[in-house]
């Protein structure tokens, strides 16, 4: 059987102590669910006209239904994705 996303999903949610650990991956983890169709730098000015919170609010509940199912990885890119909007304000 491949392993494919789904081993890779289990994994994340198995080990979230160890993830938390690898912050800089978050970066790689855009990449792999995001970039085909999102750069940082098209979607970073709309999100940074939103609070911080409100604005981690708004993508938790919009990545639920928009290519990050899961929720340990949602975390990384919400958290990741917030820290490019707020530096590029
Ligand atoms: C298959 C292409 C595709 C992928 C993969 C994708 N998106 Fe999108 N995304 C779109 C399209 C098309 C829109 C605009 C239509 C809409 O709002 O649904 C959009 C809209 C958005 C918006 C709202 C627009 C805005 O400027 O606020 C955000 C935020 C966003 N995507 C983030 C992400 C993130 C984060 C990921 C990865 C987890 C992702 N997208 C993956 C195609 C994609």
Redesign the pocket.
């Known amino acids: 059987m491949r392993c494919t996303a789904l081993c890779f999903a289990i994994l994340v949610a198995a080990a979230p102590a160890t993830l938390r650990a690898q912050a800089p991956d978050d970066a790689k983890l855009?990449e792999a669910?995001?970039a085909?169709?999102?750069s940082v730098d098209?979607?970073a000015p709309?999100?940074a006209q939103r609070a911080p919170a409100a604005r981690e609010k708004y993508?938790e509940r919009?990545?639920t239904r928009?290519?990050?199912p899961d929720a340990a990885e949602?975390k990384r890119?919400v958290a990741w994705?917030s820290a490019q909007a707020g530096a590029k304000r």
Do not use: Q, S
């Open positions: 855009f669910r995001c085909k169709c999102h098209k979607l709309g999100l993508l919009f990545l928009h290519y990050a949602r890119i994705l």
